[in-house]
């Protein structure tokens, strides 16, 4: 039941209905067989091992807030993150971790095939799994309360708009607002709506449109070259931001409809000024993660310049693994964290609050072209992929003119494509752009009912119209 379905539609409208009629104390229950329904659609054995996860975290939560032994507290928390890792390591790294064992003696003379598993990658497996980390180290922290109500804490392990993809919740922010029994906010459920609509705009009109291009380049980089590589990735560069921010919008929004706020995951990052504050608007919940149990715990930027490299590109290493089991993953992570400790060393501490003008346009298109180049790696299905990207860039950009022409013709991105692209990424960029400075939602639904109308209804129009004959099956964050 993917989102970008009209099943996921009819889905959250029945659970919608029965939800604000129900009384307050059945609530909990019916989005807790909602979840569980929702993960049964996909496949009904992943609803097992987060029952499991669930289960162990729970139990795990309450004997440490009940235990006053340091030790014995510190043992349980390392024992659920091993079984943790434990799990994730068998259904994500196994085969990534045999393959590479395997290469590895072989390079050495002895020929060696590797063990691999007919092993599926259960649903949302990398987010909640983090989500049970996180809640086990803030009760270990004394940050936040164990939970000793399995049903709240199960809703808060499964709830299903935020379960597959994110994004990754604090039991400190969700928690109470599951036990809360929120009363029905028309601006908040018309918000969410609203929401949800921009972030199926961005995945089916922009995402969906754009990987009809780049997904014959990303099968086989091979049969192109020159500005066809070049356009692709750009193009991947919007698609995956479209996508997951689409379908983190779709989530957000789904969760307004029950009163719920998740955390915002995405803030406009190709406006970005630096690598860092690029990572402090991609992925937020990810992010943040990142820092508070991994960057800060190795010791941050606490104990010089040299740990704090250290630390630094652990932490974006550990990124790099977590969306992917490949060393292209990885090399990603590792870049991105080399790009922010040279930040460190030119950039000025404080935001320079004169570069509004050119050099804040420079700064933007610069972090944007990073980030588009580092997704090549993100994207590849190898090294030799990703190196083929590298080194056929430039192919014919002698001749400029037959450059781009050659590579439009050969991407097959036609007259026809442009027209209908420029409109949807000319709003993309002016949506982001204001909604540095405001909640643009908000403020299109503060204007005059006529003037509202009309966009509600010239946007609905044009998403009519710019649907893609043929869309993608699913999100791309679905594979993490």
């Known amino acids: ?21 129900i009384p307050h104390r059945l609530r909990c229950g019916l989005i807790l067989i909602s979840n569980y329904v929702y993960l049964a659609s996909w496949d009904l054995r992943y609803s097992v091992l987060l029952s499991f996860v669930t289960i162990v975290s729970f139990g795990i939560g309450i004997y440490i807030e009940k235990t006053t032994e340091k030790r014995y507290r510190k043992s349980a928390v390392i024992f659920f993150i091993c079984v943790s890792i434990a799990i994730l390591f068998f259904f994500k790294y196994f085969n990534f971790t045999s393959r590479t064992i395997a290469y590895l003696i072989s390079s050495s003379g002895r020929k060696t095939e590797p063990l691999i598993l007919d092993i599926t990658l259960p649903i949302g497996i990398s ?9 086990v180290l803030d009760v270990f ?3 936040t309360s164990a939970e000793h109500n399995l049903g709240y804490y199960a809703v808060f392990m499964s709830f299903f708009p935020q379960l597959t993809s994110g994004p990754i919740a604090r039991a ?3 928690l109470p607002q599951i036990k809360s029994y929120p009363e029905f906010d028309y601006k908040k459920a018309t918000y969410g709506l609203k929401q949800m609509a921009w972030g199926y705009f961005k995945k089916i009109v922009i995402a969906d449109t754009i990987s009809q291009f ?7 980089p091979s049969r192109f070259h020159g500005f066809a590589l070049l356009l692709a990735a750009f193009q991947y560069s919007i698609q995956i ?4 921010s689409g379908y983190s919008d779709v989530a957000c929004g789904t969760a307004k409809l ?3 706020e998740l955390t915002v995951n995405f803030r406009s990052p190709y406006y970005s000024q630096s690598i860092r504050e690029f990572w402090n608007r991609w992925h937020i919940s990810l992010s943040t993660w990142l820092r508070d149990y991994i960057y800060i715990p190795l010791g941050g930027n606490r104990k010089g310049n040299v740990r704090r490299n250290i630390n630094l590109l652990i932490t974006f290493l550990i990124s790099g693994l977590w969306h992917g089991a490949s ?3 990885v090399l990603w992570g590792l870049v991105h964290g080399l790009a922010q400790i040279v930040e460190n060393y030119i950039l000025p501490k404080k935001k320079d609050k004169s570069s509004r003008g050119g050099l804040w346009f420079l700064r933007v298109v610069f972090v944007f072209f990073f980030c588009t180049l580092t997704w090549v790696l993100f994207s590849a299905h190898s090294f030799n992929d990703a190196l083929y990207f590298f080194t056929h860039l430039a192919d014919g950009i002698s001749s400029p003119v037959t450059y781009l022409h050659d590579g439009f013709t050969d991407l097959g991105f036609g007259k026809q494509a442009f027209a209908f692209m420029l409109p949807s990424m000319l709003l993309l960029m002016l949506f982001d752009y204001f909604n540095t400075k405001e909640d643009v939602i908000n403020r299109i639904s503060g204007m005059r009912t006529s003037v509202r109308w009309i966009i509600y209804i010239s946007f609905i129009l044009w998403m009519l119209i710019s649907v893609p004959v043929r869309t993608s099956s699913e999100f791309i964050y679905f594979q993490f």
């Open 127 to 135: 987010f909640y799994t983090f989500q049970a980390i996180g809640y």
């Open 214 to 220: 780049t997904g014959k380049v990303l099968n086989d």
């Open 172 to 174: 400190g922010d969700l």
């Open 258 to 260: 029950f009163g719920i």
């Open 1 to 21: 039941m993917i989102f970008n379905s009209i099943y996921y539609l009819l889905f959250v409208l029945v659970v919608f209905c029965i939800y604000w009629k």
């Open 327 to 329: 060393w292209t993953y």
């Open 141 to 143: 922290r004394e940050t």
């Open 241 to 244: 931001y479209c996508d997951f």
